[in-house]
């Protein structure tokens, strides 16, 4: 649950950042923060990020000038996948107070979860920090089938068939591409217009970037069953594409062309 954050700052911003994060240490530590003071700083700039440091402020369409949004502030998502043993005791074996974790008969010992945005796996301890964090709203959804495969009518992609995709592909499934999936567009394998279902069976996530070289160069592909991809590149290579990651297929080429 931890990640490297760097930053290129103006001096005196930077200057009074590092301040407002020493002097926050400080005071944990005062209040009874045992941890380290670097530990205490890194939880300093969690505070700060969480506070509503930005103005409400009025946005106006250019042309017109009219108000067409207010920003209340700062929203941060951070999407968890746990199991509903997750968050039960870890020592005693006691069920978690969690309103939203229905109780197991048969707990098993599941001390992990996964942070989707990162790709990274995270602590019970770091989920329950995350959860009583002051001003924290906990989202629940329930779990999803990925092979559901309901299509819909329409060309646009409805948000509950574009999460199926994003947590089936995880990434962009261009051949090699690390881009999140949350990040990028959702692309009808088989176009729209030539009869292809909005649908997950026939939907994959690809960046902007990846998008357009399908849609604008040679590079192909066919969906070889759901969540894998055979790629076929402009000079006629192919990759498969899965929940492993890339595989090229064909055999090394020689450096040399007279070989």
């Known amino acids: 649950g931890q990640v490297e954050s760097h930053s290129l700052m103006d001096g005196a911003d930077a200057h009074d950042l590092d301040q407002a994060l020493t002097r926050r240490a400080i005071v944990r530590g005062k209040l009874g923060d045992t941890d380290s003071f670097d530990v205490r700083r890194s939880k300093a700039a969690g505070d700060l990020a969480r506070q509503d440091l930005s103005l409400d402020l009025l946005f106006a369409d250019e042309e017109t000038g009219e108000v067409i949004a207010q920003s209340p502030g700062r929203k941060v998502v951070l999407n968890v ?11 005693t074996g ?34 329950k920090e995350w959860l009583r964090a002051r001003d924290t709203t ?52 088989k176009p729209h217009g030539q009869g292809g279902q909005t649908c997950p069976c026939n939907l994959v996530a690809l960046c902007r970037r990846h998008h ?48």
């Open 94 to 127: 006691n069920e978690s107070e969690n309103p939203f974790v229905k109780p197991d008969p048969n707990p098993v010992a599941n001390p992990v979860g996964r942070w989707a945005d990162k790709q990274v796996p995270i602590s019970t301890a770091q989920i």
């Open 81 to 91: 996948h746990i199991t509903d043993t997750t968050l039960n005791d870890d020592e």
């Open 138 to 189: 906990v989202i629940v959804r329930p779990v999803i089938d990925l092979k559901d495969c309901v299509p819909v009518d329409s060309y646009e992609i409805p948000d509950r068939i574009r999460r199926r995709v994003e947590l089936r592909d995880h990434t962009c499934r261009f051949p090699g591409c690390p881009k999140q999936a949350t990040a990028c567009d959702v692309d009808h394998a």
């Open 212 to 259: 357009r070289a399908k849609t604008f160069s040679r590079w192909r592909y066919v969906i070889v069953l759901p969540g894998f991809y055979l790629w076929t590149s402009p000079h006629g290579r192919h990759f498969l594409v899965g929940p492993d990651g890339t595989r090229a297929l064909d055999p090394p080429r020689s450096p040399d062309p007279g070989e």
